[in-house]
Each structure stands twice: as C-alpha cells, then as structure tokens.
C-alpha cells in the first residue's frame, strides 16, 4: 500500500525529533506542492506541527511546566536560509550575544544575507535578513564571521584585553584556523589586529 504524503511529512518530522524548524522545501522530496501544503495544514489542525509564521513551521519541544517551548530564533533563521538557498549570518546584538559580549537577547535579530531582504515576525521576536555584499557574505556561517560582526557592533575601544584574554580561553583550535584563515577579511583593520592578537596569544598558551 502506497504510503500518503501526510505520513510521509509526519514521517520525517518524527524522524527529526522535537524542535525541527523547517518549511515546505525541506520537504519537496515527498510529493507536489499542493499534496504538501495541504499535509501541512493537516498536521498542523491535528496539533503535531506549529505554523510559526508564513511557510515556517516547527515540530515544538516541550516542557513539562511550561507546555511548547519557543522556537529559537536561529534555527528559524536556517529554515529560511534553506527555503531560499541563501548564505546567512548573525550580525549587530545578536551576533555579540551568541559569543558571550553580551546577555541581552535582542528584540529584533538581524542576520545578513546574499539574497533577498525580509523581515519575519514570530511571536515577541521579529528577525530581519538584510541583504549585503558579497565580502561581507565572505565568511558567513563560520565562527570567523561571527566573531567580524560582534566586533563591528561593539565598536572599536569598547573592549579590552582583559575581555579578550577571557574569551580567547574559550577558543578552539578549529576556530583559530578560521581566524588565521579568514583575517584577510576582518575590517576594519583594528578587528584584524583583534584576529592576530587572539592568534598569537593562543598560540602562546600551546
């Protein structure tokens, strides 16, 4: 018997577990889009998947207390950056956050991207793809390109060496390659004297 496109969809949901964020072209392999979209709308009325906002649904993590957890906001950023086959890269607050410079989780989280800009609300959280230049685009999705991006959003002078030197203990070999690798990037030139400082200095530590 032919399996239909809803178990199909309910399949590979399972198959992800708890906090899947995805949307419709993760799941193109499965059937047309009109069978998809109309799985979607079963699964969601059912209470198995959620509609986090237009052709962005999760399979929601639970907690016993608390009841559906909150999507985390970069996981919703990936299913977007799939949908449009796009590179992405966190930026401003959020990218500051994501390495320890900062504990506020900003309101409005900004990722840039090579393709098309689009602003996307889910619940209290509004997340902006902005689109950028292709340099700018250069290290994205790496730790290298994380790192760019808080600094630039710190600003220069507003971190010392003592910052520096907590946060270079929290490196890894793998992402001091990246650095090394990438410093070509790094702009303006006091992040690039960041990147040499935190090589040297780790280096030393060997």
């Known amino acids: 018997m032919t399996q239909s496109v809803e178990n199909k969809v309910k399949s590979r949901v399972y198959g992800h577990k708890r906090g899947w964020v995805f949307s419709p072209a993760d799941l193109a392999d499965l059937g047309s889009d009109i069978a998809i979209h109309t799985a979607l709308s079963r699964l969601t009325e059912k209470k198995i998947i959620r509609r986090l906002t237009r052709g962005i649904y999760d399979y929601p993590r639970i907690h016993k207390a608390l009841g559906k957890l909150a999507a985390p906001p970069e996981d919703i950023a990936r299913a977007l950056a799939r949908k449009d086959k796009a590179k992405i890269q966190p930026t401003g607050a959020y990218a500051a956050n994501i390495l320890g410079f900062s504990n506020q989780v900003p309101a409005k989280i900004v990722y840039l991207t090579d393709r098309k800009a689009r602003i996307v609300k889910v619940g209290k959280i509004t997340i902006e793809l902005r689109n950028t230049t292709l340099r ?71």
């Not at 010392?160 to 203990?169: N, Q």
């Open 136 to 206: 700018n685009m250069a290290t994205a999705g790496r730790f290298s390109g994380l790192l760019i991006q808080a600094l630039r959003y710190i600003g220069k002078g507003n971190i010392g060496k003592k910052e520096l030197s907590g946060f270079r203990k929290r490196i890894s070999d793998e992402q001091i390659k990246q650095l090394r690798a990438d410093v070509r990037y790094a702009s303006p030139a006091w992040i690039a004297d960041i990147f040499r400082y935190l090589i040297k200095k780790k280096e030393n530590d060997v």
